[in-house]
């Protein structure tokens, strides 16, 4: 313990309100576990014996677990039935038996939860997810001293969670908290090292940032995929960070920083649009419903006619562009996407067919995620407004860097605050040209203005068989 206070210390760093990424960097320096580094923070913050920290640690689960057993027996949801019993059953979610566990356990916490409440951690969400891990780890991990490591890992994350989750989204609670705490956990059970750990806790919580809460908690059926989702995110993580070498930049307390940063934007913004598909589809209450004025229900009724209408208008108008299934897809796309390469890069090649004689400069205006995006996207903008060269051109795309420098040909770049704005202007020595369009992903581009004028840059497109969307 001394050791482990004076290396805090000499880093400066406050025991008891340490970090993720602290907390990696302290155990890998002590030859600690992660979960091991958490439980001598507790111990030192609280002032406890190691066994006064395992403990309290496993008695915080009490309620939930009871909460999960009533799931799992006479609990019923009003958004997910009976499952949990179900479940119960033998019915399995996976073929890897501690991944089946942590499932059925998890969503029987949630009928629990419906039934008799659970404490929540950052919410309810996440602790299903604890709770699932808990009795899943429970009945696989013989070692005590391991399971309370695991466990103080799953809560050390879960702890952080809980202060950043300030409004609605599940990105902060049972799918975000919930797939960073499983990762965290699998890759400690697995034999992942620390950094191990923090590697599987990004991987798991990228592709949760942002997801609202709402259909979650209103809409019969979907808070399960929610629930379950994160958990198999977690574990896929983590087997990825332990058993792979997976390249991973993005330090754990940046990503967990981030998720927190976005959560009050998801609410602000995303929330409001699902609110909109989703609310025809509400679980409500009969008896609350009585004391709802009629006019109030009516104007409801017909804003949720109205909704479910002009969704089904959208969805046609979906399938009305949508190519058959025979020719799904588009030209392949170097540079690892076609949102942020194929795009752009389509632009480029209409600018340079446009344009007149030798290529002596290039200027390219990306809106902001493009723009941060230009290690990936300006060499497939180069090698089509010099060359002409296709998207698949995976060797110039290698080399062009290299023959632009070499030809003296100038290169501007310059950041637009347009949104899916991407202009790239070509100089040449006969005719420069300017190609205006807007990124519609895949590739795909929807052109605003181009010289010398708009009309060839559309017979271009049509050529170069380039797919120009509204």
């Not at 210390?9 to 580094?37: L, N, Q």
């Not at 103080?152 to 919930?178: D, H, P, Q």
Request: some cysteine; overall charge neutral; aromatic content about 4%.
């Amino acid at each position: 313990m001394d050791r482990f206070l004076k290396l805090a210390a000499e880093k400066g760093y406050k025991v008891g309100a340490m970090t993720v990424g602290e907390c990696i960097e302290i155990a890998t320096a002590m030859g600690w576990s992660f979960g091991e580094t958490a439980i001598a923070e507790a111990m030192s913050a609280n002032k406890m014996s190691r066994e006064e920290v395992t403990s309290a640690v496993m008695d915080s689960f009490c309620h939930n677990l009871y909460a999960l057993d009533i799931g799992m027996s006479s609990g019923a949801s009003f958004l997910m039935g009976k499952l949990g019993k179900e479940l119960a059953s033998g019915i399995t979610l996976s073929d890897d038996p501690f991944v089946d566990k942590v499932l059925r356990y998890t969503l029987a916490a949630q009928v629990g939860n419906h039934s008799v409440g659970l404490q929540p951690c950052a919410g309810t969400g996440d602790a299903c997810t604890f709770t699932g891990l808990m009795k899943a780890l429970g009945e696989t991990v013989e070692d005590k001293e391991k399971l309370a490591r695991l466990v103080a890992s799953m809560l050390k994350i879960g702890t952080i969670f809980r202060v950043g989750k300030t409004t609605t989204g599940c990105n902060m609670e049972g799918f975000g908290a919930g797939a960073a705490a499983t990762a965290a956990v699998v890759a400690e059970l697995i034999g992942g090292t620390p950094e191990q750990v923090g590697k599987a806790i990004v991987l798991a919580l990228s592709p949760t940032i942002g997801t609202p809460c709402t259909p979650r908690v209103m809409v019969s059926g979907l808070c399960s995929t929610h629930l379950g989702g994160g958990v198999t995110i977690g574990c896929q993580a983590a087997n990825l960070a332990v058993k792979t070498s997976i390249p991973v930049m993005v330090p754990p307390d940046v990503m967990i920083a981030m998720a927190t940063a976005v959560h009050p934007v998801s609410a602000k913004h995303i929330v409001p649009v699902v609110i909109r598909y989703m609310e025809p589809f509400f679980k409500t209450h009969a008896e609350v419903e009585e004391y709802v004025p009629e006019d109030v229900k009516q104007r409801e009724s017909s804003r949720i006619s109205e909704t479910i209408s002009a969704a089904r208008q959208e969805a046609r108008a979906l399938s009305a562009q949508a190519n058959s299934i025979i020719k799904p897809f588009g030209d392949a796309v170097v540079g690892g996407s076609s949102q942020a390469v194929g795009s752009p890069t389509n632009a480029a090649r209409i600018a340079h067919a446009l344009a007149r004689g030798e290529v002596t400069g290039v200027k390219i205006e990306l809106y902001p995620e493009l723009f941060a995006r230009r290690g990936i996207n300006v060499p497939g903008i180069l090698m089509a407004a010099v060359y002409g060269a296709g998207t698949d051109n995976a060797q110039l795309y290698r080399e062009i860097m290299d023959r632009v420098k070499s030809a003296g040909i100038s290169v501007d770049m310059i950041e637009v605050d347009e949104p899916q704005l991407q202009r790239i202007t070509v100089y040449a020595k006969e005719r420069n040209s300017m190609v205006e369009s807007f990124n519609r992903g895949g590739a795909r581009l929807a052109l605003r203005s181009a010289s010398p004028s708009l009309e060839e840059a559309q017979q271009v497109a049509r050529n170069l068989n380039i797919d120009v969307v509204g």
